[in-house]
C-alpha cells in the first residue's frame, strides 16, 4: 500500500517570519493525522525555522530545488550535501524552473541522481504544455521527461522516488485537469515506471499538481493511480492546506 502524501510547494511566498506562523497553523491541524505523510517545501532561507517548528511531529521537509554539484563556483545555488540530513525531499524539475531558468532534462536527471546519492528523495515534476496536450502528444512527452529524468536510476533507488505528474497548463491557473485525464496520465505514469522498473513501481508515488483546492481533492485524490498532490497557492493558506491532507486522509480509510 502507498502511503498518500500531500507536499505544499511555497515557491517564491513567505518571509521567514511568515513561514513559521503558516507551518505553526498547519502543524496545529495535521500533526493527529497519521495516515496521510505531509511535507513542507518553504523557500530555502526559512528551511531552518520551518525545521524547528515541525521538529517534534511526524511532518517531513522539502526544498524546492537544488544544484547537482557537491560545492563551487556556482554563485546563488544550494548543493546536495547542504542539504543532506536536513531535508527529506527535494522538488526536482518544476515547470517553473524548465520554463523560466532553462533546466534541461540532462541537468534534472543529474539533479535527481545526485538527490539520490545523498539520501534525499528526489519529487520529480513532469507534465506537458497547452500546446502538447493540444497536438496529442501528452504521453510522448511525459515518457520522455520519465525516460530522461531517470536515465541511470537503478530500480533500488527508484523505491525513493515521488513523481509529481504536474500538467503546465493547470499549474496556477484555477483550471485542474479533470479527475479522469488526472488518473489516466497517473496510470499510463505507473505503467512506464513499471516497464522499467518492475514491481518496484506498485510502491513509487505518483502526485497530482496544479491548481488543487480543497474542493476538487477529494475527487482528485480517490483516483486508484493518484497518491497525493503537490499543492502550490493552496498550500499558502493554512485552512485550505489542512483541508487536503484531511481529503488524504480520507482516501486512506475509505
Ligand atoms: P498551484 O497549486 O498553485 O496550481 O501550483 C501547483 C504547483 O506548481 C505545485 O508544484
Same mark, same amino acid.
Given at each position: 500500500m502507498r502511503q498518500p502524501f500531500i507536499a505544499g510547494n511555497w515557491k517564491m511566498n513567505k518571509t521567514v517570519q511568515e513561514a513559521r506562523e503558516l507551518a505553526e497553523a498547519i502543524v496545529a491541524g495535521v500533526q493527529a493525522l497519521h495516515d496521510v505523510e505531509v511535507a513542507l517545501c518553504p523557500p530555502f532561507v526559512a528551511l531552518t525555522a520551518v525545521?524547528?517548528?515541525?521538529?517534534?511531529?511526524?511532518?517531513?521537509l522539502g526544498a524546492q530545488n537544488m544544484h547537482d554539484q557537491e560545492k563551487g563556483a556556482f554563485t546563488g545555488e @544550494?548543493?546536495?550535501?547542504?542539504?543532506?540530513? $536536513?531535508?527529506?525531499?527535494?522538488?526536482?524539475?518544476?515547470?517553473?524552473?524548465?520554463q523560466h531558468f532553462g533546466e534541461s532534462d540532462a541537468f534534472i536527471n543529474r539533479k535527481v541522481r545526485a538527490a539520490l546519492r545523498h539520501s534525499l528523495r528526489p519529487i520529480l515534476c513532469i507534465g506537458e504544455t497547452l500546446e502538447q496536450?493540444?497536438?496529442?502528444?501528452?504521453?510522448?512527452?511525459?515518457?520522455?521527461?520519465?525516460?530522461?529524468?531517470?536515465?541511470?536510476?537503478?530500480?533500488?533507488?527508484?523505491?525513493?522516488?515521488? @513523481?509529481?505528474?504536474?500538467?503546465? $497548463?493547470? @499549474?496556477?491557473?484555477?483550471?485542474?485537469?479533470?479527475?479522469?485525464?488526472?488518473?489516466?496520465?497517473?496510470?499510463? @505514469?505507473?505503467?512506464?515506471?513499471?516497464a522499467r522498473f518492475g514491481d518496484v513501481a506498485d510502491a513509487i508515488r505518483i502526485l497530482y499538481g496544479g491548481s488543487v483546492t480543497p474542493s476538487n481533492a477529494p475527487e482528485l485524490l480517490r483516483q486508484p493511480d493518484i497518491?497525493?498532490?503537490?499543492?502550490?497557492?493552496?498550500?499558502?493558506?493554512?485552512?485550505?492546506?489542512i483541508a487536503i491532507v484531511r481529503a488524504a486522509s480520507q482516501k486512506q480509510t475509505a
Amino acid at each position: 500500500m502507498r502511503q498518500p502524501f500531500i507536499a505544499g510547494n511555497w515557491k517564491m511566498n513567505k518571509t521567514v517570519q511568515e513561514a513559521r506562523e503558516l507551518a505553526e497553523a498547519i502543524v496545529a491541524g495535521v500533526q493527529a493525522l497519521h495516515d496521510v505523510e505531509v511535507a513542507l517545501c518553504p523557500p530555502f532561507v526559512a528551511l531552518t525555522a520551518v525545521k524547528a517548528v515541525i521538529a517534534d511531529t511526524p511532518l517531513k521537509l522539502g526544498a524546492q530545488n537544488m544544484h547537482d554539484q557537491e560545492k563551487g563556483a556556482f554563485t546563488g545555488e @544550494i548543493s546536495p550535501i547542504m542539504l543532506a540530513g $536536513w531535508v527529506d525531499y527535494v522538488i526536482v524539475g518544476h515547470s517553473e524552473r524548465r520554463q523560466h531558468f532553462g533546466e534541461s532534462d540532462a541537468f534534472i536527471n543529474r539533479k535527481v541522481r545526485a538527490a539520490l546519492r545523498h539520501s534525499l528523495r528526489p519529487i520529480l515534476c513532469i507534465g506537458e504544455t497547452l500546446e502538447q496536450n493540444d497536438r496529442g502528444e501528452t504521453e510522448a512527452v511525459l515518457a520522455q521527461q520519465l525516460r530522461l529524468g531517470l536515465d541511470g536510476v537503478s530500480s533500488t533507488e527508484a523505491a525513493h522516488l515521488v @513523481i509529481a505528474y504536474e500538467p503546465v $497548463w493547470a @499549474i496556477g491557473t484555477g483550471r485542474p485537469a479533470t479527475p479522469a485525464d488526472a488518473q489516466q496520465r497517473c496510470a499510463f @505514469i505507473r505503467q512506464e515506471l513499471c516497464a522499467r522498473f518492475g514491481d518496484v513501481a506498485d510502491a513509487i508515488r505518483i502526485l497530482y499538481g496544479g491548481s488543487v483546492t480543497p474542493s476538487n481533492a477529494p475527487e482528485l485524490l480517490r483516483q486508484p493511480d493518484i497518491d497525493g498532490a503537490l499543492v502550490g497557492g493552496a498550500s499558502l493558506v493554512a485552512q485550505d492546506f489542512i483541508a487536503i491532507v484531511r481529503a488524504a486522509s480520507q482516501k486512506q480509510t475509505a
